[in-house]
């Protein structure tokens, strides 16, 4: 499916007026329902252990960021069927998972042992997980599929203990913009580049899930610039203290342009994960 349906100029001034993709049309069905049909698919993509981006970039940066001691608790932020709820159970720590798709919580529990608590809830929902904190929260691969930064980013703040840390991991939000970002191939140059057609402008981009189904089985996928994620965060009193910028694993069969596909592959970033703190005032 190729329908654009929300691109707008928002930038003024250095700051992001944000535009609720509430507006546009790929949200008019609720996200638990929107997951509820990609949930099967999802499942089978990531199965008991992971994808192999999961488990050879993302699990092992993500752990490192978040500085965990065994028996910390930690709130697994749209955990999907649990995939990486397990992983850090399975390392010792009390984890809690919040979803907002039945189903994915279904997957989930059907997956993991009792140790590990499951909760259907909207990230954006300021009664979810009333009167609960962690020593950390996570949120992988999932902020990008939720409408609005803001509440979450006060939601998470919440659920902060005191020395607690916020981790996040995205798809680049400069290099890997659904429909909006390519490789390219430079015959002159013999290099491989990425293009990038938008940016600046927020946008909710529907995604055929699985690839192939029925035009109306779509998850959404909303760009934001990095200056959403910092201005939301700061609102919120969250203080960002790591970025790291994360190159996929792979590397091309042997051929003419693999050298060219490496090191493009290396130069420019698969994932961003960011770690927050709660700022002292
Ligand atoms: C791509 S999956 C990632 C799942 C998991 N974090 C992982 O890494 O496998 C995105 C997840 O975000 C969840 N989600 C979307 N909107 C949400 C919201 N508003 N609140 C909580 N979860 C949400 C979906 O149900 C889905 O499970």
Not at 79 to 85: L, M, T, Y
Not at 102 to 111: G, K, P, V
Not at 218 to 247: D, K
Not at 256 to 266: G, I, L, M, V, Y
């Amino acid at each position: 499916m190729q329908r654009n349906v929300k691109t707008k100029k928002t930038r003024r001034s250095g700051t992001t007026k944000r535009t609720s993709p509430r507006r546009g049309k790929p949200a008019s069905k609720k996200p638990s329902a929107v997951w509820d049909q990609a949930a099967q698919w999802y499942d089978a993509l990531v199965g008991l252990k992971g994808s192999e981006y999961q488990k050879a970039v993302i699990f092992p940066g993500a752990m490192q960021l978040m500085q965990l001691k065994k028996g910390e608790t930690v709130l697994d932020l749209a955990c999907g069927q649990g995939v990486f709820s397990r992983y850090l159970s399975q390392r010792k720590m009390k984890v809690t998972g919040l979803d907002t798709s039945e189903e994915m919580i279904r997957f989930a529990q059907s997956r993991s042992d009792a140790s590990i608590r499951y909760e259907q809830g909207d990230a954006q929902d300021d009664r979810a997980l009333q009167g609960k904190t962690f020593d950390a929260v996570v949120c992988l691969l999932a902020l990008q599929n939720i409408e609005s930064l803001p509440p979450v980013m006060h939601n998470v703040k919440r659920w902060l203990k005191p020395g607690g840390r916020f981790v996040m991991v995205t798809t680049h939000p400069c290099f890997r913009i659904p429909r909006q970002t390519h490789w390219g191939w430079d015959e002159q140059k013999k290099i491989q580049y990425r293009r990038v057609d938008l940016y600046g402008s927020e946008s909710a981009i529907p995604i055929l899930t699985p690839p192939f189904a029925q035009a109306n089985s779509f998850t959404v996928t909303y760009h934001r610039p990095l200056q959403s994620y910092f201005e939301a965060m700061a609102e919120a009193g969250l203080c960002v203290n790591g970025l790291e910028e994360w190159t996929s694993h792979k590397t091309s069969e042997p051929g003419k342009r693999a050298k060219a596909e490496n090191r493009a592959r290396q130069e420019i970033p698969l994932f961003m994960a960011l770690r927050a703190v709660p700022a002292s005032v």
